[in-house]
Nanobody, 124 residues
Framework: QAELVESGGGSVQAGGSLRLSCAAS????????MGWFRQAPGKEREFVAA????????YYGDTVTGRFTISRDDAKNTAYLRMNSLKPEDTAVYHC?????????????????WGQGTQVTVSE
């Protein structure tokens, strides 16, 4: 059973940047797909980004395209999410996901493993 642990969350002012990290307890090379979802209080879970093992495929949610960048370093068993030009509406708990069960990258049911999440708060 793999474990995903996120870090790098925190509080930042609008326009600022953060980089989230996701450390996998097992070799991330085994994960065909790794990605990020987020959930704000009172809102549905939202797809943020995903990347295939070889990096050939990257996917982004409409609200973060052009501002967020996903990457992964399989040698370090780690995935990253670089977030620039942050907005208050980006405030949420960000969850790392991994393990391809089939389906579209945007669908939370596609992923086998979920991290506990890291809080990101963006103030005006």
């Amino acid at each position: 059973q793999a474990e995903l642990v996120e870090s790098g969350g925190g509080s930042v002012q609008a326009g600022g940047s953060l980089r989230l990290s996701c450390a996998a307890s097992e070799g991330s090379f085994m994960f065909d797909l790794m990605g990020w979802f987020r959930q704000a209080p009172g809102k549905e879970r939202e797809f943020v980004a995903a990347m295939t093992e070889n990096g050939e495929g990257t996917y982004y949610g409409d609200t973060v395209t052009g501002r967020f960048t996903i990457s992964r370093d399989d040698a370090k068993n780690t995935a990253y999410l670089r977030m620039n030009s942050l907005k208050p509406e980006d405030t949420a708990v960000y969850h790392c996901v991994a393990g391809y069960l089939g389906g579209e990258p945007y669908n939370p049911r596609t992923y086998h493993y979920w991290g506990q999440g890291t809080q990101v708060t963006v103030s005006e």
